[in-house]
């Protein structure tokens, strides 16, 4: 069965993986999850774009998305562990991917309109823990920030 026949699965209730973390769209949604609350908050401009992240590039409807994200935040909320779903990252995406999902953090960490440093902090983190380099993931920080129109000023960072 596919990852993803498997992942759908678990959120029709049908089954429940001994492993949730070893789904890529769960690990994936857990690393959004992670970005989003690094300012102690997850605004629901954020949880928006997590959602319509998973919806469009995962092939999850709406609420199947919303199922993996409650999931998902229950897990991140239990384990401050990243290892884990960087290494499913790492293990299951290619090296495109890994730099697709660093811009699609980036639009985690900017769905607010800030970049904390604690979130960039963590970008930098799952960034090393998933074998992109910083300049990559500044180039897709850029890009992001671009297509959001934030592209003005010093990063609009706040602590």
């Given at each position: 069965?596919?990852?993803?026949?498997?992942?759908?699965?678990?959120?029709?209730?049908?089954?429940?993986?001994?492993?949730?973390?070893?789904?890529?769209?769960?690990?994936?949604?857990?690393?959004?999850?992670?970005?989003?609350?690094?300012?102690?908050?997850?605004d629901q401009a954020e949880k928006d774009r997590v959602q319509a992240i998973l919806v469009r590039h995962f092939g999850l409807d709406d609420e199947a998305a919303r199922r993996l994200i409650e999931a998902a935040g229950k897990r991140q909320a239990e384990s401050a562990q990243l290892l884990r779903y960087t290494r499913t990252v790492k293990d299951r995406m290619n090296e495109a991917e890994r730099l697709q999902l660093m811009e699609w953090l980036w639009e985690v960490v900017y769905a607010d309109g800030k970049e904390h440093d604690l979130e960039a902090n963590l970008m930098r983190r799952i960034a090393g823990l998933i074998y992109v380099e910083d300049a990559d993931s500044g180039a897709a920080r850029k890009r992001v920030r671009r297509r959001l129109g934030l592209d003005g000023g010093s990063g609009d960072r706040t602590e």
């Amino acid at each position: 069965m596919a990852v993803l026949d498997r992942l759908l699965s678990f959120l029709r209730g049908d089954e429940a993986p001994a492993a949730p973390g070893s789904d890529l769209a769960f690990a994936v949604a857990v690393l959004f999850l992670e970005a989003a609350s690094m300012d102690d908050r997850v605004d629901q401009a954020e949880k928006d774009r997590v959602q319509a992240i998973l919806v469009r590039h995962f092939g999850l409807d709406d609420e199947a998305a919303r199922r993996l994200i409650e999931a998902a935040g229950k897990r991140q909320a239990e384990s401050a562990q990243l290892l884990r779903y960087t290494r499913t990252v790492k293990d299951r995406m290619n090296e495109a991917e890994r730099l697709q999902l660093m811009e699609w953090l980036w639009e985690v960490v900017y769905a607010d309109g800030k970049e904390h440093d604690l979130e960039a902090n963590l970008m930098r983190r799952i960034a090393g823990l998933i074998y992109v380099e910083d300049a990559d993931s500044g180039a897709a920080r850029k890009r992001v920030r671009r297509r959001l129109g934030l592209d003005g000023g010093s990063g609009d960072r706040t602590e």
